[in-house]
């Protein structure tokens, strides 16, 4: 099956600093790829979409200064925290769709962000 | 607006027992509906969607666009079923984007 991958897994930085997570595809071409953002025993948010080559289209209420998302090839897509605080310590999850057909999307381990 | 409901945050049934996790949706047009599952460490993988009308790991879910709802069903619960449920749509519009239910922990007992 497709396979997503996240890095890092898990991350602790200071407030103020900027943190960036990549999700890539390892064996197949993703035009898409989604931003999520899951609290504790919550749901998974969507924050944004990412397609390959153009800018990536925010969910209402998302940041896209403070969320910065860069889709440079069909296999990578950077999701940068910048300036971040406590309130923006989550669970961030990307995903993948496979090439232009279907609506199946592939889903990364997730990255455990800490901001102190 | 879409919207997806799972009115239950837990279930716990007994190994052996019949599960039956709800999904309810709304949305004005033809939706896409998928069941994604969550075991205990691990990433979340899609489980089944309604279009294939097949039967994973013995679960199987109907659409049922009169009541707009999309349950999850297996005849006997295993213990190894305990894990988050997510019930998703996708409009289908372009975008591709899922809309996700809140989920519901299924909790199998031994």
């Known amino acids: 099956g497709a396979v997503v991958s996240q890095h890092p897994s898990r991350v602790i930085c200071k407030s103020g600093t900027s943190v960036k997570i990549e999700c890539r595809s390892l064996?197949?071409?993703?035009?898409?790829m989604f931003w999520y953002r899951q609290f504790p025993k919550q749901s998974l948010m969507l924050m944004a979409t990412s397609n390959e080559g153009s800018k990536a289209t925010y969910e209402q209420g998302v940041e896209k200064d403070k969320f910065l998302i860069n889709h440079a090839s069909l296999t990578l897509s950077t999701l940068t925290v910048t300036s971040a605080h406590p309130e923006d310590s989550s669970f961030y999850i990307c995903?993948?769709?496979?090439?232009?057909?279907?609506?199946?999307?592939?889903f990364g381990p997730g990255t455990r962000l800490t901001v102190l | 607006a879409q919207r997806v409901t799972q009115p239950e945050k837990l279930l716990s049934v007994f190994k052996g027992a019949p599960v039956e996790l709800k999904c309810n949706y709304s949305y004005s047009g033809s939706p896409e509906l998928f069941w994604y599952v969550q075991y205990s460490r691990q990433r979340l993988q899609l489980l089944l969607r309604h279009i294939s009308r097949e039967s994973i790991k013995g679960f199987t879910a109907d659409l049922n666009k009169g009541e707009t709802s999309f349950h999850l069903k297996k005849p006997f619960a295993q213990e190894e079923d305990s894990a988050m449920y997510y019930c998703a749509l996708c409009s289908g519009a372009g975008s591709y984007q899922l809309t996700f239910g809140k989920g519901t922990k299924l909790s199998v007992i031994p």
């Open positions: 064996d197949f071409q993703a035009t898409t």
């Open positions: 995903s993948a769709r496979v090439g232009s057909s279907g609506y199946e999307q592939f």
